[in-house]
């Protein structure tokens, strides 16, 4: 099953010349979210950097939960799925 990522923004608080941002990642497998997920990054235009870094540091990081997630899930194995289809195919009544 393919999967879609969907961001949406949490909030945004300025404090001292800083803005907080905090994002919310869900990633679904097309039935159920298998990543729900906050991140929170600073940005400054006082230390020069721009929304284009804040930009990469959420990709980088929600990158690595995306990783992190596929890592963990197992790839059923060729026979083991060939065998589930045959016993799919098997109890169908057509």
């Not at 991140?39 to 995306?66: N, P, Y």
Request: proline share 2%.
């Amino acid at each position: 099953m393919a999967m879609t990522a969907t961001i949406t923004k949490i909030s945004a608080v300025k404090e001292r010349g800083h803005v907080e941002i905090t994002l919310n990642l869900k990633v679904n497998d097309g039935a159920t979210d298998v990543i729900d997920q906050d991140f929170t990054e600073w940005f400054s235009k006082r230390t020069g950097e721009t929304i284009a870094d804040v930009q990469e540091r959420f990709r980088l990081k929600m990158q690595e939960s995306i990783d992190n997630h596929n890592d963990e899930t197992p790839m059923p194995s060729a026979s083991n799925l060939s065998i589930a289809i045959a016993d799919l195919e098997a109890s169908l009544s057509v």
